[in-house]
């Protein structure tokens, strides 16, 4: 009897899965099978029933998972999330912090003799975390908070600060030169302070090695850094700024490497990075940046993601729901300073965000998608590599994108004239250079002007320069090209055209407009094609927003304001009907 008892209980009653629950959008546990729902009901009163007959949903925390092994000791389930499981029911250790936290009830700090400017309050607040984490942080207020400036005040005021090697796109490069000249005074050799004079700066434009000047500022981008790093080891840096830091987020590239090299020379004291969106797409690319900043904080990677982290479908490392509250505690305890524009700037009005379905031709656009497919087929046929068929697929997603692009682009343009009926300044973001070519020439009644890539320096700040000071009221800006670096506070209105992958690009577009200057709302509008790969792309950037968002703000920012959004367009409307 005994054994019949035991050959029994041993066999599989059903099934355990990890899941992202349809209804509440939490990662929780999915158990099936007949005897098995019957048992964890009983155990777990707030479960629920799942979308199948037989099927349950359970929340993912501790009591639970005691609950779910006591069934598994006696009567076995099949565990189709075996990672999930094993990582669940081992014994995991948060990784140690190896250094102090920062005390965070900043105070006003005050500036060195060397700063030439006036710091706002929330700026000497910066100031004084920059002093508390003695150099070595991440400062990811939201974008036009006056990082740079906090940065620059920092070098002026912490001693043994020169040299300083800073890293950037290349698009901001001159603009750091010009910050570097408006706020900073030169100190000479015998410590006096010469007030018409600014630090001595070198802008690194070539790839070629070769010994470099002897200079306070060295301004580089990041895709040289692996050319020049034997070139850099030799300066003796003291102060490592890498602007928009994100660039870092992947610990295979050759730039992360290079600048983990740089950061970890004898002579280095100070490593600051700069952010307004450290996460572009998961939680997990934290990691690559805290590890520059302040290695071991976060553990090794390993460590890191056991603790913080499960493996998607694809072998995502994604921060787990709740898990994302404690890795902002951690980071704000030790590295990071993040502070939002509702925070800080009081007069600053609001950002609105709204999505609006616009027609598209569908007959072009699954034409297009026929051909687009049909080619893919055969190429893939055809490939000889696995790279060869990656390389494949990899054009036909760009080129469905840029077929959205253009299927939607009539009601695009029509979109943007009917907001240009009332005379504000609008900035129009696209991705594709065809779609910026084709907004250019369909809108030219309008003057516009354009920053896409390619354009030299000079060129791209006259452009912005003649649509700040309103000789042109539409800018038409690549996604990629015009999301950092410029100040358009000028407009109101942002339309995105196209949409990108990674809502961090869109929200770095959104504050070339909603940042210290801007004296009236923004009204972000995201321009869907009805029936097309838009429809996917935008719940893709929900689903990105709200790990982002838990991990840096815990809030979750939403697409939609309607009550305003739908307001301004009814403005719209009503201008034009009563021309």
């Known amino acids: 009897m005994y054994r019949q008892f035991m050959e029994t209980s041993l066999e599989t009653i059903g099934t355990l899965e990890y899941v992202l629950d349809k209804y509440s959008k939490i990662w ?3 158990i099936s099978g007949d005897r098995a729902v019957s048992m964890i009901s009983r155990l777990v009163p707030e479960s629920w029933y799942g979308e199948n007959v037989n099927e349950v949903i359970i929340p993912d925390n501790t009591e639970n998972i005691k609950q779910i092994k006591l069934i598994m000791d006696r009567y076995p389930l099949e565990i189709l999330s075996k990672y999930v499981w094993q990582r669940k029911i081992i014994k995991t250790y948060a990784p140690k ?3 102090p936290p920062i005390k965070h009830k900043l105070k006003r ?6 700063f030439r400017g006036k710091l ?3 700026q000497k607040e910066g100031l004084d975390f920059l002093l508390k984490s003695s150099g070595n942080a991440l400062l990811a207020d939201e974008m036009g908070l006056g990082k740079t400036v906090e940065t620059l005040s920092y070098i002026a005021t912490e001693k043994q600060t020169f040299p300083v090697l800073v890293v950037a796109p290349l698009v901001t490069l001159t603009n750091w030169q010009r910050e570097i000249q408006k706020f900073l005074k030169k100190k000479s050799r015998n410590g006096r302070i010469l007030e018409s004079e600014s630090p001595s700066v070198f802008l690194i434009r070539t790839g070629k090695s070769k010994e470099l000047p002897k200079v306070d500022i060295y301004v580089i981008n990041y895709e040289l850094l692996l050319k020049r790093n034997n070139d850099l080891a030799k300066l003796g840096i003291r102060t490592l700024v890498c602007d928009e830091v994100q660039n870092l987020r992947s610990k295979t590239t050759q730039k992360y490497k290079a600048i983990k090299k740089l950061a970890a020379l004898p002579s280095v004291l100070y490593r600051i990075g700069l952010s307004g969106t450290p996460i572009y797409n998961r939680g997990s690319e934290i990691w690559p940046i805290i590890d520059i900043l302040k290695p071991g904080l976060l553990g090794s990677f390993k460590e890191f993601c056991g603790y913080f982290c499960y493996v998607n479908d694809k072998g995502k490392a994604i921060v787990l729901e709740n898990k994302r509250a404690s890795l902002r505690h951690e980071l704000q305890k030790h590295v990071m300073l993040r502070r939002k524009k509702s925070d800080v700037l009081k007069e600053l009005k609001d950002k609105v965000r709204y999505k609006e379905i616009i027609a598209a031709d569908t007959d072009y656009y699954l034409e297009e998608l026929n051909k687009i497919w049909k080619k893919l087929e055969d190429e893939q046929k055809n490939a000889e590599t696995e790279f060869s068929k990656s390389a494949a697929y990899q054009r036909a997603i760009q080129s469905e994108r840029q077929i959205a692009g253009v299927a939607k682009l009539p009601h695009v343009i029509n979109f943007v004239k009917n907001i240009m009926e009332i005379e504000e300044s609008v900035v129009v973001f696209c991705h594709h250079r065809l779609i910026h070519t084709l907004l250019h020439k369909s809108l030219q009644e309008f003057s516009p002007v354009a920053i896409i890539g390619g354009q030299t320096d000079s060129f791209r700040q006259s452009q912005i320069d ?10 038409i ?24 992958w990674s809502p961090a690009i869109h929200r770095q ?4 407009l909603h940042r210290i200057g801007q004296k009236n709302t923004v009204f972000a509008y995201y321009l869907i094609g009805n029936g097309t790969l838009d429809d996917h792309v935008a719940d893709i950037l929900v689903d990105k ?10 809030t979750v920012d939403n697409y939609e304001n309607k009550d305003k959004a739908e307001l301004i367009l009814a403005q719209i409307q009503d201008k034009i009907r009563s021309k």
């Open 28 to 30: 929780s546990w999915k």
């Open 97 to 99: 912090p190896t250094l």
């Open 109 to 114: 700090a005050k500036a060195g003799e060397q």
């Open 120 to 122: 706002l309050n929330f």
């Open 466 to 475: 003649k649509f700040q000071n309103g000789e042109s009221k539409l800018m």
């Open 477 to 500: 800006a690549g996604l990629r090209a015009g999301n950092v670096g410029i100040n358009l506070t000028r407009a109101k209105y942002v339309i995105f055209a196209e949409l990108d």
């Open 509 to 512: 577009a959104e504050d070339r």
């Open 545 to 554: 927003s709200f790990e982002i968002d838990a991990i840096m703000d815990d």
